[in-house]
């Protein structure tokens, strides 16, 4: 096995197997290419009646590997996956699924699978009734119990005018997936079996049928903290908030516009979650009644808005917490760093959180950058006073300290 040399592109096998999907595998191929991957397309023989390989030789820019005796003298059934920092399988289909959780060895593609000892990351697509089988489902499931990440398949258009679970993930949304992983290099997933319930975003509450209250937030770092948790072999729940950004890969995404709906959807799926991350903003207040018709100005003068406050949602899972779950919560405060803490440790205890990650925000500041600052207080009196970082690993170093508390 040969580790990455420093300095030296990271080395990428993208495995396709041979689903109509496979011509989003170019896009995804180009993304790879483009960031600074060194990639090596291995198609099946079925792909190959989807997309030539002169196709997958034009983008990688490397020859393309198809069966175990081109250039038999280099071995190439055993120097790939060796070689390899991150295998990635898009499409995965059921077949190529059922081969790889089995062993079976019968092209170069399944030969490569069991000999990469890097990361594995396969993005299924497929008919909604061949990933819903038993067979599919024990097929992921040993995969995933072996290390290897497997995506959920998106829910939309699928072959011919069937809709459903089953459709690959967006490439960018795989390649997002795929860069997690080479982040965190061979070190094995780390929340294998766990489900995590991720929010996002910022709640409106409408004032009539074309008005509402919100707030800024872009919904970035929990969708930042939902692509980590997957990366680490979590089964992710994202409640989002009126969030505009691309669906993650292998997520489950739970769309919700009011906090009312916000409470409802996140009391719901936190009954089975391991740990409740609750990065969304809500709104602290709401109209008390709502406007049948737009409000009109009268002779130019503004209405007086009655406003009443909403549930703590945080607060009423940490007072429903089952044993062992870990509730993270966030601070958001705009007074400065030391009153920011104070008002974050007053808001640890009282919504009785394990960790709460608090941050200094404004116009200029976290709300839709691509960087956060953030001090992660916990209930055990710990404190990691973290830099500006990227959202990306600053939603690692969270799943980090919620993990350090699953132990």
């Known amino acids: 096995m040969s580790d990455q040399r420093a300095g030296e592109r990271p080395r990428v096998v993208l495995g396709v197997a041979g689903g109509i999907a496979a011509y989003k595998a170019c896009e ?13 397309v291995v198609p099946t023989a ?15 820019g490397q020859p393309v590997s198809t069966d175990v005796w081109t250039g038999a003298h280099e071995v190439p059934h055993v120097r790939l996956g060796r070689e390899a920092d991150l295998v990635v399988i898009a499409p995965a289909t059921a077949d190529l699924l059922a081969k790889a959780a089995h062993g079976l060895a019968d092209d170069l593609l399944t030969n490569t699978l069991l000999t990469a000892r890097c990361p594995v990351l396969y993005a299924p697509a497929m008919h909604t009734e061949m990933w819903e089988h038993p067979a599919t489902q024990a097929n992921v499931a040993t995969l995933r119990a072996r290390g290897a990440v497997v995506l959920e398949p998106a829910v939309g258009r699928l072959t011919g005018a069937d809709t459903g679970k089953g459709r690959l993930p967006e490439p960018a949304e795989i390649f997002a997936a795929a860069t997690r992983l080479l982040v965190r290099g061979r070190t094995s997933p780390d929340m294998t079996g766990r489900h995590v319930v991720v929010t996002a975003g910022g709640t409106r509450e409408p004032i009539d049928p074309v008005r509402f209250i919100g707030n800024r937030s872009s919904g970035k770092q929990g969708y930042a903290l939902a692509r980590a948790a997957v990366a680490r072999g979590a089964r992710v729940t994202l409640i989002a908030a009126n969030v505009t950004l691309a669906d993650p890969a292998g997520v489950d995404v739970v769309r919700v516009e009011t906090t009312e709906q916000l409470r409802v959807a996140v009391v719901t799926a936190a009954k089975a979650a391991d740990a409740v991350v609750m990065a969304a903003a809500p709104a602290d207040f709401r109209p008390a009644s709502l406007a049948a018709t737009k409000i009109k100005k009268v002779d130019g003068a503004a209405p007086v808005l009655e406003l009443v406050t909403n549930p703590d949602i ?17 601070a958001a405060e705009t007074a400065g760093l030391d009153r920011a803490l104070a008002a974050g440790q007053e808001k640890l205890l009282r919504k ?14 976290t709300f839709g950058a691509e960087r956060n600052q953030a001090v992660i207080l916990g209930a055990d009196g710990t404190r990691d006073d973290l830099p500006e970082l990227p959202k990306d690993d600053l939603a690692d170093r969270i799943w980090d300290r919620v993990i350090a508390r699953f132990a």
Request: net charge negative; charged share 20%.
């Open 314 to 330: 945080a607060a009423e899972l940490g007072a429903a917490k089952p044993e062992g779950q870990v509730l993270v919560a966030f």
């Open 28 to 40: 995804l191929l180009r993304l790879l290419t483009e960031s600074g991957h060194r990639v090596r």
């Open 352 to 365: 009785r959180a394990d960790l709460i990650v608090v941050n200094e925000v404004g116009v200029d500041k």
């Open 46 to 60: 079925a792909a190959l009646t989807f997309v030539g390989e002169a196709t997958w030789a034009a983008l990688s």
